[in-house]
């Protein structure tokens, strides 16, 4: 089958996915003919280049292992014009608690407390009812303590392919590093506001 | 010392915890981390403690835990170092430091992460629909046996319209209920559970309501979902 149709098709069966469509479901559908030597992923970079241009107002994005199409970032003003969607909102403590969860997981209760300095245990809840952490096995400690682990909707909600797409801490810490030289070279900000204390 | 109250009473709910208020304090009067005056900062911690307690605040324990932290470190820096010869004795500070590094790290990451382009917030998937207010079906997640229980304690608590009378009450049958679930459902292909319940009901109209749904599910002739804990259930057809 030539190109363009392959491409069409794939395009169809990602729209049509209400969750991010996975390759080797792709894979299955396009099985019944003979691709020929083209890989899948090739034709999907084409695609996603394809509404890569400004007169589109969706894009191709790479989700939870699988692609998925979503509105541009730059026109979300747009969309939550039409009011039809509830925006997504996370406290500080939440997303405190979600990035240590994150980086550290398998974790514990005890220990996402020791590094915030605080009891998580009304946030761990929340996470957990929001389903973006959930309870991933127990630990071979003294009274065997739950850990916890992103899910699939915490790479859905941040757009992440994997959890090895988080930017590494190291490279977090180059560019907070950077942020506050910037903050340095301009004139001194009246204190305290909330948000300079957000940037600590 | 008044500037220092107003700064604070502004700041109040703004620490996240301990460690937010030692990295704000810090931050604020540009120490180094990797060498904090240690008798300053306890200081400086302690006046915040004292404020919030003067302010009638109430502090999570972990504030205190913390304050007793710093002047236990305090207290082993004014201890003389052994003699020279022997092996350096680790810097009492070190743990702390530690600590404050690492949930500094995180706090980055958390911002970071609040920089990404977020689902319902920066970007946006297909199928929202126009009453998102109400139960938005799109996001069906099956229920369990025990998500159906739940639904039937609630309403027990609601079924109040029992009124203390004995009259010779007409008993539904479980056969008669799912013949009558199967046929309105048959009608609409999917209805919330509460739908399939007379405006006035008593407990007896529940129990075989539920009992009825139950052999429903168990027979596959229908399928059960939910979208959230304790929200609404709906029942679908299976084809």
């Known amino acids: ?200 | 010392m008044t500037v220092m109250e107003e700064d604070y009473k502004v700041r109040l709910d703004v620490f996240e915890g301990p460690l937010d208020l030692l990295l704000f304090l810090i931050k604020r009067n540009e120490l180094d981390i990797y060498d904090i005056p240690i008798s300053f900062i306890t200081e400086q911690y302690l006046a915040y403690i004292g404020m919030m307690q003067v302010l009638n605040v109430e502090l999570a324990s972990e504030f205190l835990v913390i304050a007793a932290t710093l002047l236990e470190i305090k207290a082993r820096m004014l201890i003389p170092t052994p003699s020279e010869q022997e092996e350096e004795a680790e810097d009492p500070r070190l743990e702390l430091t530690n600590r404050l590094l690492e949930y500094q790290r995180f706090k980055n990451a958390a911002l970071q992460l609040n920089d990404s382009a977020m689902l319902y917030r920066d970007t946006f998937i297909r199928g929202m629909h126009e009453d998102s207010g109400n139960e938005d079906l799109s996001l069906n997640i099956d229920a369990d046996p025990y998500d159906l229980l739940v639904a039937f304690k609630s309403l027990m608590d609601r079924a109040r319209g029992e009124k203390i009378a004995y009259m010779a009450v007409e008993r539904i049958s479980v056969a008669q209920r799912i013949n009558d679930i199967m046929e309105r459902i048959g009608i609409v292909k999917s209805m919330a559970f509460d739908a399939l319940l007379p405006r006035e009901y008593t407990r007896m109209d529940i129990v075989v309501t539920v009992l009825a749904i139950l052999e429903l599910l168990r027979l596959r002739m229908l399928r059960c979902e939910q979208k959230e804990p304790f929200g609404t259930i709906w029942l679908f057809m299976q084809e």
Do not use: C
């Open chain 1, 1 to 200: 089958m030539e190109r363009e149709k392959l491409i069409a098709i794939i395009e169809a069966l990602i729209f049509a996915s209400d969750r991010p469509l996975k390759v080797k479901y792709i894979d299955q559908v396009l099985s019944i003919i003979d691709t020929g030597d083209v890989r899948v992923e090739d034709l999907i970079g084409e695609l996603r280049a394809r509404y890569s241009t400004d007169s589109t107002g969706i894009e191709l994005a790479e989700v939870a292992d699988g692609w998925q199409l979503r509105t541009k970032p730059q026109l979300a003003d747009w969309v939550k014009r039409l009011n039809i969607v509830k925006p997504s909102r996370l406290s500080t403590p939440a997303l405190e608690t979600l990035s240590i969860v994150a980086y550290r997981q398998p974790i514990t209760h005890a220990e996402i407390d020791y590094v915030r300095g605080v009891d998580s245990g009304g946030v761990i809840k929340t996470l957990l009812d929001r389903r973006l952490i959930k309870i991933v096995g127990k630990k071979e400690l003294p009274g065997r303590p739950l850990v916890y682990g992103t899910t699939q909707e915490f790479l859905e909600l941040f757009g992440l392919k994997d959890i090895a797409a988080l930017p590494s801490l190291q490279d977090i810490k180059q560019i907070s590093a950077a942020e506050e030289e910037l903050e340095k070279a301009q004139p001194e900000l009246p204190l305290p506001t909330h948000e300079t204390s957000d940037e600590e």
